[in-house]
């Protein structure tokens, strides 16, 4: 019987906190029985902000559904309920051989959450967002049908990036890779400014499936995005030294830190980020070798609830993509130069993607994690008029500033996109604060 509670609730960034009725369904019967209600699916609830909250209506804890349905090992397609997490494909597959295509910074999402968000990794440039290995979906509609799409259907690229707003994911098809080993053939490249940063990327990025850059957001003047340009492509046993030939393939299970407690306010300011930016940078040479999948998929894993580092006030991540770098250069200096500082600043280069709410697009993507403070927003929402303007877009998953307005100017398909939603949902039953917020 599914399980009901009230609890406040909110995204990994800690804003908004919201409290809900949250319902655990154990069976599909109970989820289409539960769809009566303004409703919203949440997985783990790794989106930031108001994605996954629903104040005043019913959050959908999807965990329980949570088997592996079939796998393939011919063609490499998984189909498993839509609460099957991240961890749990690599603990069961990557011993097996196999790997997601794309995965994002947290092995800690669901499969369902996962495709609702459209995520994109690393390796976006080159092979784009996960819709791309997704072969089919599950989809309960709030009018009770429960169907399966696949690529062919419009309503499957509705749904992948649609936030949870076409329905409810049951079940995800998606397609593995091969892999001969655990380990990433691994470069890193210390640079001294944002020039020689972007000259990096494109020195190596022909060679490497993944790349991905980390910025010193507090360097200024002739050191502005100083940083470590990191490269991985997926080993081969062949590549490997001997020592790690004897056993190529293992599932990374690390003892694992944990953040425990909210720091306090005073600690996040611009000396204590200025003193970890230079230890990261120092620690971080000019290196290549082999680390495991781990290491360069999930670094921030190894710490539980690091999200408490930006205190109980909470954070936001303000991720932008733009399709010149040097939009993305003028938008980093104004950052910079307001000050205020990021932990976690990271570049990444973008290339295609399909749906009527895509968020990549061929340019660059920057993530920076922003202590919510007073002044912030009054910064960062003017900022985000001008990076509109540039042909940019922010990252519904991560967004917690978003009006509709910037909204509907920077996803031209929306209107595309909202007739599918309400030919699915023609009763407004899903619904978010974020969908609230944007008016969708």
């Known amino acids: 019987m599914a399980r009901i509670y009230e609890a406040e ?7 908004p906190r919201v409290r809900s009725r949250i319902v655990e369904p154990f069976t599909y019967g109970e989820v289409k029985d539960l769809i009566l209600k303004t409703t919203i699916p949440r997985g783990l609830g790794r989106s930031y902000a108001d994605q996954s909250v629903n104040g005043g209506g019913y959050v959908l804890r999807m965990l329980p559904l949570n088997r592996f ?23 069961t597959f990557v011993r097996r051989g196999w790997f997601p295509h794309v995965t994002p910074g947290t092995k800690y999402v669901t499969l369902g959450g996962m495709a609702a968000s459209d995520v994109h990794g690393k390796n976006h440039h080159r092979e784009g967002a996960i819709s ?43 397609r593995l890779r091969r892999i001969e080993s655990s380990y990433i053939r691994y ?54 030294p001997e020592k790690l030939r004897r056993k190529p393939l293992f599932y990374v299970d690390k003892l694992k830190l944990r953040f425990p407690f909210y720091a306090p306010s005073f600690l996040l300011n611009d000396l204590t980020m200025a003193v970890f ?46 399709p010149e770098s040097e939009t993305m250069v003028r938008v980093l200096e104004k950052i910079v130069k307001h000050g205020g500082g990021s932990f976690l600043a990271v570049l990444k280069r973008m290339g295609k993607q399909r749906g009527y709410l895509p968020f990549g697009m061929p340019g660059w993507t920057l993530a920076l994690d922003f202590a919510i403070k007073p002044g912030l927003f009054d910064f960062l929402r003017p900022l985000m008029r001008e990076i509109v303007k540039e042909g940019g877009r922010f990252y519904l998953t991560k967004d917690a ?34 969908s609230r917020r944007l008016g969708i």
Request: hydrophobic share 40%.
């Open 277 to 322: 930016n230079w230890l990261y940078y120092t620690t971080h040479p000019t290196y290549e070798g082999f680390v495991d999948y781990e290491r360069f998929f999930y670094p921030l894993d190894a710490i539980d609830d690091w999200n408490r580092a930006y205190g109980k006030r909470g954070f936001i991540q303000f991720q932008f993509v733009v």
């Open 187 to 240: 470069k890193a490249v210390r640079v001294k400014n944002i020039d020689e940063m972007l000259a990096t990327f494109d020195e190596y990025d022909p060679h490497y499936t993944y790349s991905v850059a980390w910025i010193d957001c507090l360097s200024s003047g002739k050191d502005m995005g100083r940083g470590v340009v990191m490269f991985g492509e997926h080993a081969t046993v062949e590549e490997l």
């Open 9 to 15: 609730i909110s995204g990994w960034g800690n804003y």
């Open 69 to 91: 349905l079939h796998f393939d090992e011919n063609t490499g397609v998984l189909r498993a309920e839509a609460g099957v997490s991240l961890e749990e494909v690599l603990r």
């Open 132 to 174: 791309e290995y997704l072969t089919s979906l599950t989809l309960l509609t709030p009018e009770g049908e429960v169907l399966t799409l696949t690529p062919e259907d419009e309503e499957f690229w509705a749904t992948v990036g649609g936030m949870g707003l076409t329905g409810v994911i049951l079940e995800v098809g998606m």
């Open 401 to 434: 500033l978003m009006d509709g307005a910037i909204f509907r100017d920077s996803y031209p398909d929306f209107p595309k996109w909202y007739e599918i939603r309400r030919k699915l949902d023609p009763r407004g039953v899903m619904s978010s604060d974020m």
